[in-house]
């Protein structure tokens, strides 16, 4: 079962743009989200997280909102840049003092000129 | 400092054969995660260590994946008997232990190794 998905494989933005990433969850016991970046032939590098105490975090030109209700959390970029372009993973885990991270399949973003 | 790193970056073996994987995770870091990246798949958690305590390998599929940890900081990944569906991204993860509650951490990542099995 899939308890972490991004219904959107891909999402083209032009430049200047702002771009919002989607992620859904299943699992009500997941207190902290994770939104990483990924280049091709690289690990995933840190973003930006979000406890579940919030409904918004804010760095830079990246937000992530949480809406617990609906079990819906967002990324936005904004302005989107070229190099904001690879594939972006929404990340979830609940408890303990390590926890493994559930990972949705990937949005890929590609932000043209 | 460094960074989470991995060896090899690259492995073709043939189906039947034992491979290892090694991870050297940040200095300091307790915890450390292994993951797979299978093509167009997310990351699906294998396994997790973090200081002393028994690890978490509530992700492993079978009996023929298995890691251990030695002295605290580099970790083994060895998979026997390789078969083809085993062929995917390995990554290698550590983290700061989460002080509790609702505090923040993240993980951080190394490179990967590729693993092809033919």
């Known amino acids: 079962d899939q308890q972490v998905k991004q219904n959107s494989p891909s999402l083209s933005v032009q430049e200047g743009r702002i771009s919002i990433l989607n992620c859904d969850y299943t699992?009500?016991?997941?207190?902290?989200f994770l939104w990483y970046k990924k280049y091709p032939a690289e690990g995933p590098t840190f973003l930006i997280s979000?406890?579940?105490?919030?409904d918004k975090n804010e760095d830079g030109r990246f937000t992530v909102f949480l809406n617990k209700s609906a079990k819906h959390l967002s990324l936005h970029i904004v302005p989107s840049q070229p190099g904001d372009s690879a594939v972006y993973f929404c990340a979830a885990s609940y408890g303990g003092t390590a926890s493994k991270l559930t990972f949705g399949t990937g949005t890929r973003l590609q932000v043209t000129l | 400092g460094a960074g989470v790193s991995q060896s090899p970056s690259n492995k073709v073996t043939e189906k039947g054969k034992d491979v290892e994987l090694r991870c050297d995770p940040i200095?300091?870091?307790?915890?450390l995660y292994w993951y797979r990246q299978s093509l167009g798949q997310g990351l699906e958690f294998l396994i997790y260590?973090?200081?002393?305590?028994?690890?978490?390998k509530s992700g492993l599929p079978s009996d023929r994946f298995s890691a251990e940890r030695t002295g605290g900081s580099v970790s083994t990944l060895t998979i026997q008997r390789t078969q083809q569906e085993d062929s995917a991204v390995y990554l290698c993860?550590?983290?700061?232990?989460?002080?509790?509650?609702?505090?923040?951490?993240?993980?951080?990542f190394g490179p990967g190794t590729r693993l092809t099995v033919t």
């Open positions: 993860a550590s983290s700061l232990p989460r002080s509790g509650g609702l505090s923040s951490y993240e993980q951080y």
């Open positions: 979000i406890s579940s105490i919030k």
């Open positions: 699992n009500s016991m997941f207190d902290y």
């Open positions: 260590f973090q200081g002393n305590s028994a690890p978490d």
């Open positions: 200095s300091g870091h307790t915890a």
